[in-house]
């Protein structure tokens, strides 16, 4: 059979129909999207929260939102840089930092909620798989798990937002088996702790500090200008943990938002002024004050 060209006529083009602008920009897997935000069909208005993990080069960010007609609706939002506040001073994208926004995360929605109280979490890092008990009065907090485009590999940090939630009370749906230190079917716990508590930047830290000192003092400058060394990054993190146990500073996104809307100064607005009327008596006062400035720059006195 001869090779034809495939030519995209007049025809193709009239019925090509335009990806939505997401996909064009490989920002959302509208496919992804839709399997987690359908709702059963007798729950109607009843919102189904999805526990959104994103990392960037110098942040992580978590949140809890539910898909409504004008848009997603955020519930409670956290994200790593905030954790300066609970005593973190470096290493704000890495495992341990992803692992503390998604505890930090899941404090927050439960205090508004009011299920603070009822489902604390677990008080201390153990690194194995925890599931929370259901009380027969009220139910847990329920979220499914929302990671994007990002590659469901072993060890990922998503996964150590995942680990940080649930480990706050939480109740998402999930197994082990993308947590650092799972193989052979079985979860390695302590070694996914030492993850956790970030034992391995400390190793990295020992490692390179006696391979060549000079590049250590440079890719750790701001470890040793924060005092922060391989010894103390386990109680730094336990510190963190802590903090956020004690008070996650939660404030609620629609209320914060119109707080700013609030206090934000309004701009001045031309318009308003240009169609405002004034009556006979502000007008020649408005004209005298414009011909007494020019007098006074002619030296001249103020007329009256």
């Not at 709702?39 to 960010?61: A, E, S």
């Not at 930090?104 to 009011?114: D, Q, S, V, W």
């Not at 386990?234 to 996104?253: F, G, Q, T």
């Not at 308003?272 to 020019?294: D, E, G, M, S």
Request: hydrophobic fraction near 30%; charge should be positive; aromatic fraction near 8%.
């Amino acid at each position: 059979m001869p090779f034809v060209k495939v030519q995209k006529n007049n025809s193709y083009f009239k019925c090509y129909q335009v990806k939505y602008r997401r996909r064009r920009e490989g920002k959302t897997d509208y496919r992804q999207r839709r399997i987690l935000i359908t709702q059963d069909k007798n729950k109607y208005q009843t919102p189904k929260y999805r526990l959104i993990c994103r990392i960037t080069n110098r942040d992580v960010i978590c949140q809890v939102a539910s898909a409504e007609l004008k848009g997603d609706r955020i519930h409670a939002s956290a994200y790593a840089h905030q954790l300066k506040d609970f005593g973190l001073t470096v290493g704000f994208s890495n495992y341990s930092a992803a692992y503390a926004t998604g505890l930090l995360l899941a404090r927050r929605i439960l205090t508004l909620k009011g299920l603070d109280k009822k489902y604390p979490g677990i008080d201390e890092v153990t690194g194995d798989n925890f599931e929370i008990k259901e009380d027969e009065n009220q139910r847990p907090f329920k979220a499914l798990l929302d990671i994007g485009l990002v590659k469901p590999t072993v060890g990922n940090k998503v996964f150590a937002c995942l680990k940080g939630a649930v480990d706050g009370g939480l109740l998402v749906p999930h197994s082990d088996k993308r947590f650092p230190g799972y193989s052979g079917g079985e979860l390695d716990a302590e070694m996914h702790r030492s993850r956790i508590l970030g034992q391995h930047v400390a190793e990295w830290m020992d490692e390179m500090e006696e391979e060549d000192n000079e590049k250590f003092q440079k890719h750790f400058s701001q470890y040793l200008a924060n005092d922060v060394s391989s010894d103390s990054i386990e109680e730094m993190y336990l510190s963190v943990h802590k903090k956020i146990r004690e008070n996650p500073k939660a404030v609620d996104p629609a209320k914060a938002a119109a707080q700013r809307k609030k206090d934000a100064k309004k701009p001045r607005s031309y318009r308003l002024k240009a169609n405002t009327r004034y009556t006979r008596q502000q007008r020649q006062h408005r004209a005298n004050q414009k011909i007494n400035k020019i007098r006074r720059g002619l030296g001249l006195e103020d007329r009256q």
